[in-house]
């Protein structure tokens, strides 16, 4: 529990309300996330004191868990209490009686009302009283008592009352059984020790299931020593051991998380290929792949070694994941290398199927009855529908919620994971103030609307929705501090909608909740993303009168968005913002929110580009297809340049060609530099230009002085960046600029669209 009490430590300033008459305000309230059940808060104070006695109660219960809530108790303890007691559980002092107490009670006749991971918890002058029907819910009442404890801490600075609590009591239960987090370490490796902060973190917000993504095109994670290769040809930047994965599943058993490893099959199979070619159609030779994607070549549906392999290698897995779950992705499974072969052919005419779809539901179906006789439950995304679903499988709905709802409606258990709410490798934030992502949007509030629970179903079917999960994919995502920033504070988000009652959530709670816990999350080692207390800047051309109209918003109730235009930090006597208005001048305009005098957050910067061909008349010669069909040339010379979204509306994309832009300046001007900034993103089908050339006119007739950059293909189908092409000249009288970029045509041999039309995209021509 080391992890676990570095982050409890510092985690939160909340203030408890101080002792009155009535109820107190909803404000003044604990802040805790998830928002419990019921929460009711009186007079008095409870004093932790270096006497207190810290208690355990199980007399009823049953050995283990006796055990478990004894150990409870001990970290709390331990936490609490261990600076003053040497890091040692320590009875109370025995010259003078405790004046206070700390009780943890398992009481099985409780079931009812609090089930397995319910608690109750009753804080009096005297003593908290925390009580529970299993150690589970002890387990979660703790979390709710380090943060009202330990807030205190940090949101009091008289000694006096930063170890004390408001009397109250707390009613409390999850929503949903399944409350779930999905981490890809497939296409990028994180180490053991990010894995365990991830599990500590899920555990102070109740999260209690942890998706282990361990297998796909780019890498295989996990040693199998039935089939050493797996690791020793496939692992691409490293793999997790058997050891290590004994050691993360015993780390999340005591934070009460199940670990749900998840196995791709038959699709997302290139690295099993690499190794062990003859499980695949063609017999290879394969490499893991270097780029994100779908790719044609998938497990074997026809050779009964790939039944032995896969068989084989959940064997292993099954034994070093005690949970019940396993989960065998089934998702994106071409079936063109399955039409071709003679093997899956034939095993087609054996079992009469009419089409490669049923061959990919008998493949999960066999899977499943492996799994069954291993004393596991097969879950997989909602692709396992396709072709008949296995029997005992539960289905995780990604691609909208229609997969969950069908399942459910043929008596399936369900864990809802639409990319609508719960994807947080989509961005946050305006892109161009956000690291970079896969792309989509996903908003703070889109999470916490997050209902699994879709309308329309009867009593018995909504019983099978066993809860939601939000997942994040990596392709774009490389370290630990990046994958943080993107799990948090969404993660919060998804934590309330599958623990609090949905009648019992609201979102202008949720932000002042959340935003009082903020400082201590990320003084505790939390990289919090800081795109809510961040305003969003956005600029639109106008260019009759060559000017921007600016636009700033807020997601903060209450706070004031203050801001400059001379380069300079906002602070609190700063102007403010109150309607949209017209800028001329360009430059950088910063912005931020605040409270008083108080910053709430980052200063977000947008600068509009103030050069010779701003709001110039621009035009594109090319018979291809632009993208996006309104704004055209404009773009080019609108002052405001994209991020790295290539959707963001700030980029000309030309497909499968070359561009070819002349801007009139509307007068001979000295003109001594060009450039252009253009996108690559292979991912989207976007290449850097190959070959960039400029050059100057007076006229419009003769061009002089081009100069030619080449930028030969690098080969990196993974980048994700944007770079410069610049042009120097001596000073030159000119009315006209010309640049063309010739685009590399289509895509590259390797890349998952080879032979189809690439896309060059441009960005602000920049005239000076």
Not at 267 to 296: K, N
Not at 531 to 543: L, S
Not at 612 to 617: C, D, G, H, N, P
Request: proline share 7%; hydrophobic share 45%.
């Amino acid at each position: 529990m080391k992890r676990m009490a570095a982050v409890c430590l510092l985690i939160m300033g909340l203030a408890a309300c101080r002792a009155r008459l009535g109820p107190p305000p909803a404000a003044a309230l604990p802040a805790l996330i998830p928002q419990p059940v019921e929460m009711t808060v009186s007079n008095g104070r409870f004093v932790l004191a270096a006497e207190t006695a810290f208690i355990s109660a199980a007399a009823e219960a049953a050995e283990g868990d006796r055990r478990e809530a004894a150990r409870l108790l001990h970290d709390l303890e331990t936490l609490l209490m261990g600076h003053e007691r040497g890091g040692r559980t320590l009875p109370p002092p025995t010259h003078r009686p405790a004046r206070s107490t700390v009780l943890f009670s398992i009481d099985p006749g409780e079931s009812a009302r609090l089930g397995d991971e319910g608690y109750s918890l009753k804080v009096s002058r005297q003593a908290v009283v925390l009580r529970a029907t299993r150690p589970a819910g002890l387990f979660y009442g703790a979390q709710t008592l380090r943060q009202l404890f330990l807030a205190q801490a940090g949101a009091q600075r008289h000694s006096s009352l930063s170890r004390s609590l408001p009397c109250m009591e707390i009613v409390d239960r999850p929503r949903y059984s399944w409350r779930g987090f999905m981490l890809d370490c497939c296409r990028h490796f994180f180490p053991k020790e990010f894995i365990k902060q991830c599990l500590d973190e899920m555990a102070l917000f109740k999260l209690n299931r942890f998706h282990w993504h361990l297998t796909d095109d780019q890498a295989w994670r996990i040693e199998i020593r039935k089939y050493p290769e797996l690791t020793g040809v496939s692992a691409n930047g490293g793999f997790y051991s058997q050891e290590d994965v004994r050691e993360i599943v015993a780390y999340a058993a005591e934070r009460f998380i199940t670990v749900v490893p998840e196995i791709e099959m038959p699709g997302h199979a290139t690295a099993a290929l690499t190794a062990y070619p003859h499980l695949s159609c063609s017999g290879g030779p394969f490499a893991s792949m270097p780029q994100w994607g779908v790719f044609e070549d998938v497990f074997c549906a026809g050779n009964e070694e790939t039944f032995i392999f896969l068989g084989q290698v959940l064997e292993e897995v099954a034994a070093l994941f005690p949970g019940a779950w396993v989960h065998a992705g089934g998702d994106e499974c071409p079936k063109s290398r399955w039409r071709a072969c003679p093997k899956c052919r034939a095993r087609m005419t054996a079992e009469g199927f009419a089409d490669p779809m049923e061959l990919q539901g008998w493949f999960v179906r066999r899977m499943e009855r492996r799994l069954n006789g291993l004393g596991k439950r097969l879950i997989g995304w909602d692709e396992i529908l396709e072709g008949g679903l296995a029997p005992e499988a539960a289905v995780m709905s990604w691609r909208g919620m229609a997969g969950g709802i069908e399942a459910a409606r043929q008596g399936h258990d369900v864990v809802m994971a639409p990319t609508t709410h719960v994807y947080l490798d989509y961005y946050q934030g305006e892109p161009r103030f956000e690291p970079p992502a896969i792309g989509g949007f996903l908003p703070l509030s889109a999470v916490y609307a997050f209902e699994p629970t879709p309308p329309g179903l009867s009593a018995a079917e909504a019983a099978h929705i066993l809860g939601g999960q939000a997942n994040l994919w990596t392709e774009y995502i490389a370290t630990p501090g990046h994958a943080s920033y993107m799990m948090w504070p969404r993660l919060c988000a998804l934590a309330e909608a599958v623990w609090s009652p949905a009648a019992a959530r609201d979102w202008d709670s949720f932000l002042f909740r959340l935003g009082r816990l903020r400082p201590w999350l990320g003084s505790a080692g939390l990289r919090i993303a800081d795109t809510m207390w961040r305003p969003v800047i956005r600029a639109k051309a106008m260019a009759p009168a060559a000017t921007w109209q600016v636009e700033m918003k807020s997601g903060i109730p209450g706070a004031v968005i203050r801001f400059t235009d001379d380069g300079s930090d906002p602070g609190p006597r700063s102007k403010s913002y109150h309607a949209p208005f017209a800028w001329g001048s360009g430059g950088a305009i910063r912005a931020a929110l605040f409270s008083g005098r108080d910053r709430l957050g980052p200063v977000a910067e947008l600068v509009l580009a103030r050069h010779l061909a701003a709001f110039a008349a621009a035009k594109v010669k090319s018979s291809a297809t632009l993208r996006p069909e309104t704004g055209g040339a404009s773009l080019l010379v609108d002052g405001i340049s994209g991020s790295l979204q290539h959707k963001d509306g700030c980029w000309l994309g030309v497909e499968g060609g070359s561009l070819d832009a002349v801007i009139d300046l509307g007068s001979v001007r000295e003109v001594s530099r060009v450039a252009a900034r253009f996108l690559e993103h292979p991912a989207a089908w976007i290449f850097l230009p190959l070959r960039v050339k400029a050059a100057v006119s007076a006229d419009g007739r003769d061009w002089t002085a081009a100069v030619v950059i080449d930028w030969p293909f690098a080969g990196d189908l993974t980048a994700l960046g944007s770079r410069e092409a610049e042009a120097g000249f001596l000073p030159l009288p000119a009315r006209y600029v010309r640049l063309t970029a010739h685009g590399i045509g289509v895509c590259p041999p390797g890349h998952t669209g080879a032979g189809g039309k690439a896309w060059l995209f441009i960005d602000e021509i920049v005239v000076q």
